[in-house]
Nanobody
Framework: QVQLVESGGGLVQPGGSLRLSCAASGRIFSINYMGWYRQAPGKERELVAVITSGSRITYADSVKGRFTISRDNVKNTVYLHMSSLNPEDTAVYYC????????????????WGQGTQVTVSS
């Protein structure tokens, strides 16, 4: 089994910054992509940012220039540094990863964290 555990959410004022972390643990041989999604009340879950094992990065247009995704392949951890936060960034942020549990596994499994709340409010 693979577990993804997020941390770093909380309440921040508009214009402020937060850094989210997500650590993967368990049966891990390799990780392909790691990323962040978010879901605001009454809205669908949407991609925020994703980074592949080759460090190719994709951002949602709404966060370009404000958010930075990075990963530590030794620690199996992905980070999301968020700056210039505004109330529209308020959501539950979910970590997502594609994990190959063993050398002879044929496929990468898709795993999700439990989510961490980010609230931007004065």
């Amino acid at each position: 089994q693979v577990q993804l555990v997020e941390s770093g959410g909380g309440l921040v004022q508009p214009g402020g910054s937060l850094r989210l972390s997500c650590a993967a643990s368990g049966r891990i041989f390799s990780i392909n992509y790691m990323g962040w999604y978010r879901q605001a009340p009454g809205k669908e879950r949407e991609l925020v940012a994703v980074i592949t094992s080759g460090s190719r990065i994709t951002y949602a247009d709404s966060v370009k220039g404000r958010f930075t995704i990075s990963r530590d392949n030794v620690k199996n951890t992905v980070y999301l540094h968020m700056s210039s936060l505004n109330p529209e960034d308020t959501a539950v942020y979910y970590c997502n990863a594609a994990v190959k549990p063993s050398f002879n596994s044929d496929v990468y499994g898709d795993y999700w964290g439990q989510g961490t709340q980010v609230t931007v409010s004065s």
